[in-house]
């Protein structure tokens, strides 16, 4: 996801920065990327957000309990946390990137 996301932005950039005007079925396709990565952010938040809540559960009842095995599995829903969160941030800033060439879209169309 991370290269496919990566390469339409800097496809669509190059479309943008180009002399020809921006078709309608372009802009229709561009909208249909962005809900699809609309989509997959939604997915990645909502997956992020259970596993930061189970993690802190299992922090709160594994110091409590003094339960070692309570922590351990917190270390490893860490270890799956931090690339979530990463993720995240990686769709989140370019569907925003994605608005932005939108708006020059319709600008260039216009």
Request: hydrophobic share 45%; aromatic share 12%.
């Amino acid at each position: 996801m991370k290269e496919r996301i990566l390469n339409y932005v800097k496809e669509t950039d190059k479309l943008i920065e180009g002399k020809e005007k921006i078709s309608k079925e372009r802009l229709d396709y561009h909208l249909i990327q962005i809900e699809q990565f609309q989509h997959e952010r939604l997915i990645h938040l909502i997956v992020t957000a259970f596993v930061g809540i189970i993690a802190i559960l299992f922090l709160l009842f594994g110091l409590l309990e003094e339960n070692i095995g309570l922590l351990i599995a917190f270390l490893g829903l860490m270890c799956l946390f931090i690339p979530y969160i990463l993720h995240y941030y990686l769709l989140e800033n370019n569907v925003q990137k994605m608005y932005y060439q939108y708006d020059k879209m319709i600008n260039k169309k216009l």
